[in-house]
């Protein structure tokens, strides 16, 4: 991973953090995902979403591609946003990725490794 060396804010630097590791960036995106399912973490994975459009191709470019205005973009991907499932494509699609289902409890384990993985670090 390259050292981001300069960057100003938090988050200047989660986007150039995000661009810098594609692999990183689409982890974190499948995080961001399942928080989105929780009502307490949702907040977080849609800030989480908005980093990831923003690290690949902007809000801007989400926001055509979804045909909608960059203004209503920032507020669904705020974190009391309520994004549409064409809204969630759209941005899953700017990225490379798109959207699919997980059976629950392979969600849960992955979710037990991490916080043990978390724990150990």
């Known amino acids: ?3 981001l060396v300069g960057v100003g804010s938090h988050h200047e630097w989660e986007i150039k953090f995000l661009q810098s590791d594609r692999e ?3 982890e974190y995106l499948i995080s961001a995902m399942e928080m989105l399912d929780n009502p307490e ?3 977080g994975g849609l800030l989480a979403l908005r980093a990831v459009a923003e690290a690949y191709g902007g809000l801007g470019v989400v926001a055509a591609q979804a045909g909608i205005s960059r203004e ?3 507020r669904a991907l705020s974190p009391k946003g309520n994004p549409t499932l064409k809204t969630l494509i759209a941005v899953l699609k700017t990225v490379g990725l798109r959207l699919s289902v997980t ?3 392979q969600v849960r384990k992955r979710q037990a490794k991490t916080r043990a993985d978390s724990v150990a670090a």
Request: net charge neutral; hydrophobic share 45%; proline share 7%.
């Open 24 to 26: 990183l960036a689409v």
């Open 41 to 43: 973490e949702r907040a």
């Open 1 to 3: 991973m390259k050292e």
């Open 103 to 105: 059976p629950a409890q």
């Open 72 to 74: 209503s973009l920032y």
